[in-house]
């Protein structure tokens, strides 16, 4: 059940990916990678370039509740 829920999650960057033109395999590659290993979990894909960034260096700040109650909304 959580491998399905993960490979939910994951249409959310290629979608961005997708609209942005970029290499989605690529990118999504990239983007797996930097977070395996759980350190830096900030990292996104940037809408205007398609690339793989350390999110805060764009001053992207999302707050844990929010994304909690639509995590939570979504799978009721």
């Known amino acids: 059940p959580f491998e399905a829920l993960a ?8 979608t961005l990916m997708e609209n942005c033109g970029s290499k ?6 990239e983007l ?3 977070h395996a ?4 979990t900030t ?9 793989v960034v350390d ?3 764009l001053k992207i700040v999302e707050p844990i509740s929010v994304k909690a ?5 979504a799978i009721e």
């Not at 939910?8 to 290629?14: G, K, W």
């Not at 989605?24 to 590659?29: N, Q």
């Not at 109650?69 to 909304?73: M, S």
């Open 7 to 14: 490979s939910a999650f994951e249409i959310i960057p290629r």
């Open 24 to 29: 989605v395999i690529r990118v999504m590659t």
């Open 32 to 34: 797996r990678a930097k």
């Open 37 to 40: 290993d759980g350190k830096e």
């Open 43 to 51: 990292w996104g894909v940037d809408g205007n370039s398609g690339k």
């Open 55 to 57: 999110v805060e260096t």
């Open 69 to 73: 109650q639509t995590i939570k909304t």
